[in-house]
């Protein structure tokens, strides 16, 4: 059996941009892909911290450097520049390599640099 893990997110950056007339996906800094591990036309989900949208789309390339994150088409109508979102990737594991797989935090704050990575979340506690 194979089990959908998180492969890779960008946990609370700050949409720079939200283009209707453009190729619905998403454009993301290349410097922020490479951080996580993603690629250009991965599946990812999109989480809308400021109004509670959850959609799905694709990754496009943005400027290297310039700290876009650009919801186009469809997409742009779930977001407001400033929004925070959180973007995850998914990926399927054997469960002998779901066992040992660790997924690729990266924090970022308001202006999307990177604050911090993790290996994993702690547990939640009441």
Known sequence: MN????????HLVSVTNAELEYDG????????LDQAGLREFEAIDVYNVNNGERFSTYIILGERGSGMIS????????????DRV?????????????AKHIPKLVYFDGDN??????QGIPIQVV
């Open 86 to 98: 959180i973007i995850a990737a998914y990926g399927h594991y054997s469960e002998e390599e779901a």
């Open 71 to 82: 919801m186009n088409g469809a997409a742009a109508r779930k977001v407001q520049v400033g």
């Open 113 to 118: 640099n990177k604050s911090r990575t993790n």
């Open 3 to 10: 089990l959908k893990m998180l492969k890779a997110k960008l």
């Open 25 to 32: 996906s998403c454009a993301i800094d290349e410097n922020l």
